[in-house]
């Protein structure tokens, strides 16, 4: 289970992250503070996620 990748710590961002790691990208860790709903972190995970 240690070498399973986990979701970003940002809410709405659909992106995995490696072990060790919180945020996916700079934006995920800048943005976690605030209320989004729509990641905006430019990964294709969440490029594709259209609300
Ligand atoms: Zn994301
Ligand atoms: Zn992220």
């Known amino acids: 289970?240690?070498?399973?990748a986990?979701?970003?710590g940002?809410?709405?961002c659909l992106?995995?992250?490696?072990?060790?790691q919180k945020y996916c990208s700079n934006y995920c860790e800048?943005?976690?503070?605030s209320i989004?709903?729509?990641c905006?972190?430019?990964h294709s995970d969440?490029?594709?996620q259209k609300l």
């Open 15 to 20: 992106c995995t992250v490696p072990a060790g």
């Open 40 to 42: 905006h972190c430019g």
């Open 46 to 48: 969440c490029a594709s």
């Open 6 to 8: 986990k979701k970003c």
């Open 36 to 38: 989004t709903l729509q």
């Open 10 to 12: 940002m809410k709405g």
């Open 30 to 33: 800048a943005a976690h503070n």
């Open 1 to 4: 289970m240690s070498n399973e």
